[in-house]
């Protein structure tokens, strides 16, 4: 099985920056994609911004030119930094990855999600 741990969320001021990160561990083979979502109050989760194994990235339109999501993948760590954070922001944030385990003498693929962070933004 692959776990995700997050970090980094928190409470700051509208205009202000937040920096998430997202470790896998595991019997890791490989990771293809990994991407942050989120969800406000009464609102589907949603994509935010996702970063496939090759670099290429993809960014909701309501982030884009604040947010910018990068990996390492000798850390299997996912980042995301928030800069200009507006109170819209405002959500729990959820990382998630694909990609192959193994298992005994298997590779097994898995789509596997953190337990989420929360982030306020204040105006």
């Known amino acids: 099985q692959v776990q995700l741990v997050e970090s980094g969320g928190g409470w700051v001021q509208a205009g202000g920056s937040l920096r998430l990160s997202c470790a896998a561990s595991?019997?890791?083979?490989?990771?293809?994609?990994m991407g942050w979502y989120r969800q406000a109050p009464g609102k589907q989760r949603e994509l935010v911004a996702g970063?496939?194994?090759?670099?290429?990235?993809n960014y909701s339109d309501s982030v884009k030119g604040r947010f910018t999501i990068s990996r390492d993948d000798a850390k299997k760590t996912v980042y995301l930094q928030m800069d200009s954070l507006k109170p819209e922001d405002t959500a729990v944030y959820y990382c998630?990855?694909?990609?192959?385990?193994?298992?005994?003498?298997?590779?097994?693929?898995?789509?596997?999600w953190g337990q989420g962070t929360q982030v306020t933004v204040s105006s």
């Open positions: 970063v496939a194994s090759g670099g290429s990235t």
């Open positions: 595991g019997r890791i083979f490989s990771i293809s994609t």
């Open positions: 998630n990855a694909e990609g192959y385990y193994s298992e005994y003498l298997s590779i097994i693929d898995f789509n596997s």
